[in-house]
C-alpha cells in the first residue's frame, strides 16, 4: 500500500508564495507519477499539475501556468508544488495523488490516480 502524506498548506496574503510538500511512503512503484488536485469551497475538484517518475514530462492547469511548479525529489520519496504569486482564487483544500506510471493523454483525470493523501488547507487573503 502507498500512503501519501501532504504538507506545508498556511494562510499567506496574495502575492505572496507557498510551497507544498507530498511524502510517499509504502511500496511505491518506482515508476510512480505524481499530481496535485485542488478544491475549493463550492467548487468540485480540479486537476493543477502532475508529473512523471521521472520529471521529464509535466503539465499544468491553464490558471496556474507560470505561477506553480511541480517538482519531485526520489531520494526523499517526495514532490513538490510550489506555488508563486498567489490569489484568493487559489484558496482550496489541495490534495497529492499518485499513480502507477504517467499518462502523457489523461493526467489530468482523476479517477486514473491510485493513492490519495487527505489534503493541506491553503487560504490566500486578499
Known amino acids: 500500500q502507498v500512503q501519501l502524506v501532504e504538507s506545508g498548506g498556511g494562510l499567506v496574503q496574495a502575492g505572496e508564495s507557498l510551497t507544498l510538500s507530498c511524502a510517499v511512503s509504502g511500496r511505491a512503484p518506482s515508476n510512480i507519477a505524481m499530481a496535485w488536485f485542488r478544491q475549493a469551497p463550492g467548487k468540485d475538484r480540479e486537476f493543477v499539475a502532475a508529473i512523471n517518475w521521472s520529471a521529464a514530462f509535466k503539465n499544468y492547469a491553464d490558471s496556474v501556468k507560470g505561477r506553480f511548479t511541480i517538482s519531485r525529489d526520489s531520494a526523499k520519496n517526495t514532490g513538490y508544488l510550489e506555488m508563486r504569486n498567489l490569489g484568493p482564487e487559489d484558496t482550496a483544500v489541495y490534495y497529492c495523488?499518485?499513480?502507477?506510471?504517467?499518462?502523457?493523454?489523461?493526467?489530468?483525470?482523476?479517477?486514473?490516480?491510485?493513492?490519495w493523501g487527505q489534503g493541506t488547507q491553503v487560504t490566500v487573503a486578499s
Open positions: 495523488a499518485a499513480r502507477t506510471g504517467y499518462s502523457v493523454t489523461y493526467y489530468y483525470r482523476q479517477p486514473l490516480y491510485e493513492y
